[in-house]
């Protein structure tokens, strides 16, 4: 599984598109923290947190699903299509395929979600474990839908397509739910993380329940999948 | 002790059988061989008890384990239509088959074992590179890493060149000679014939034979041909008399030059024929027993290869 962790790891931090997208969420959080700390008046209002950390959060908030996918939306599939996966499923379980490549994809957002803090930490003069942690479980719930989609996928450009059509959408609906009272429309915020992200820490802990739920549906679906 | 045991193992597609009710037992340290056109479910079988692909019904055990996952880390298996990952060497691919397994090998075995499939010299090089007949032996080398109990070669031979064939099937019979049992899928009778201690012929997802070579031989076929060379000249009375009495006693026989053969039903009646012979006073210099060969079976049953 650890081989696995790794391989993917390895692989991410490699490709163009890891460098731009880690270049873009450091980048953005830099700029943030940097008018937060030349523009110290700015900040009465909110919190100096939030002052220094929002480009952190607009980033992984907006982008980081999209980015996610951008990244690991074939991380099963793409191995099922070239049929490298036939090999690995001869030396381990299936289950131990998918949570090697989750753990993978998760240990480099955390490597990127570090960067940025660590960055941000660097000018502000403090460490910021809130944004750090929120942004983690936000990305750990983008991993695990990415998972699933790639796990019922049987192509690259399926898993793309699904992808891109998901982090759009999963956003938009969430964010829809501010403005409508319907019941029907309501329920949406309490399955994404965007809700959870203004609440307490404590509340972070459900984003995680729904992440392992999610994670538990791709492991099943792929233990039922022929390759 | 039986290795490998299927029962009523069934795989369908859209309602059709590509393997139907398969049952049947690999015993320890044998070749078994998997013998059929392609098409005829080989593949499938040997996808269903190795976890690529999941059964429709039925039930079978490896190393007398339900779970195929329980006993992943004592096979090995060379999977039909699978690749490599084209930007890493072939030593990168076996240490990390190896790592996934738990395996922490030396670069000394993991060199040796490239030199078993005759990939020396060709570790550093990127897989995307290699021929097909490379990929194969690396291929080869990624089954045998983790030095199985169990090995699962499907169609280890095809594709590659005739030296690169040779030696693939020289591997498997020291590796077998090593005390490794060994299931293999071919569509090449010769191969089968020259290296599998038993056989199952499959057609249309359903195996038809299963034995020994010589129990499949016999069971499909009760002729053998006994060929004698005989002295240069023979006067044509005595020669008269020999063929009336084949030709009342066996009914199929032929005269050539200074060789006579005769189709018989069993090796009893050899010694009738060279009786006959010396009788009449005629000297025999060699006796040749042919038996049918697996072609000649295949043919007889028209399981086309």
């Known amino acids: 599984m650890w081989a696995i962790s790794l391989q993917e790891l390895k692989g991410l931090t490699k490709g163009i598109r890891s460098i731009i997208i880690t270049l873009f969420i450091t980048g953005i959080s830099l700029l943030f923290a940097y008018l937060a700390q030349e523009n110290g008046e700015l900040v009465g209002g909110v919190s100096k947190e939030s002052a220094y950390t929002g480009g952190l959060s607009v980033g992984v908030i907006f982008f980081g699903i999209l980015f996610v996918f951008i990244l690991s939306h074939d991380a099963i599939s793409k191995e099922s299509q070239n049929r490298t996966m036939r090999f690995l499923v001869t030396k381990t379980s299936r289950r131990n395929i998918l949570l090697g490549k989750a753990i993978g994809i998760t240990l480099f957002w955390a490597i990127v979600v570090l960067l940025s803090v660590s960055v941000i930490s660097l000018i502000a003069k403090m460490f910021f474990i809130k944004t750090f942690l929120q942004c983690i479980v936000f990305l750990f719930y983008g991993i695990a839908i990415s998972m699933l989609v790639s796990t019922l996928s049987k192509k690259g450009s399926q898993s793309l397509f699904i992808g891109l059509l998901v982090s759009l959408v999963l956003p938009v609906a969430s964010f829809a739910t501010i403005f409508w009272d319907n019941l029907l429309i309501q329920w949406i915020k309490y399955l994404t993380p965007y809700y959870y992200m203004d609440l307490s820490v404590g509340y972070l802990s459900i984003v995680v329940v729904l992440s392992l739920l999610i994670f538990g549906t791709s492991t099943i679906l792929f233990e039922k999948r022929d390759l | ?305």
């Open chain 2, 1 to 305: 002790m039986a290795i490998i045991k299927t029962n009523n193992l069934t795989k369908s597609y859209n309602h059709k059988k590509v393997v139907n009710e398969i049952s049947l037992e690999v015993n320890e340290k044998e070749i078994y061989g998997f013998l059929g056109r392609n098409g005829a479910g080989k593949s499938t079988f040997i996808n269903m008890i190795t976890g690529i692909i999941l059964p429709t019904s039925g039930s079978f055990e490896l190393l007398g384990e339900a779970n195929v996952n329980l006993v992943k880390k004592r096979i090995g298996v060379l999977p039909d239509y699978s690749t490599f990952y084209d930007s890493m060497s072939a030593i990168d691919h076996l240490k990390f088959y190896s790592n996934i397994q738990g395996l922490r090998p030396s670069k000394n075995y993991l060199m040796e074992t490239l030199e078993v499939v005759g990939l020396t010299g060709n570790e550093k090089q990127k897989v995307g590179k290699f021929s097909f007949g490379m990929k194969k032996k690396l291929g080869i080398a990624q089954a045998i890493i983790n030095k199985p109990e169990l090995l699962f070669l499907d169609e280890p031979t095809s594709g590659v060149d005739a030296e690169s064939a040779i030696q693939i099937k020289q591997l498997i019979k020291k590796l077998n000679s090593e005390g490794r049992t060994i299931f293999m899928t071919s569509h090449n009778l010769n191969e089968v014939e020259e290296i599998c201690s038993r056989i199952a012929i499959m057609s249309n997802g359903e195996i038809r034979s299963q034995g020994t070579l010589q129990e499949i031989k016999s069971n499909h076929t009760n002729s053998l041909l006994v060929k004698v060379r005989v002295q240069e000249v023979i006067k044509d009375h005595v020669e008269k008399e020999i063929s009336s009495f084949l030709e009342a006693n066996f009914g199929k026989f032929h005269w050539e030059s200074n060789y006579l053969t005769v189709e018989i039903e069993n090796e009893s009646e050899i010694p009738v024929i060279l009786r006959t012979l010396m009788q009449r006073k005629v000297d025999v210099f060699e006796v040749n027993v042919i038996e049918p060969s697996l072609e000649e079976v295949f043919l007889e049953k028209k399981v086309a290869i």
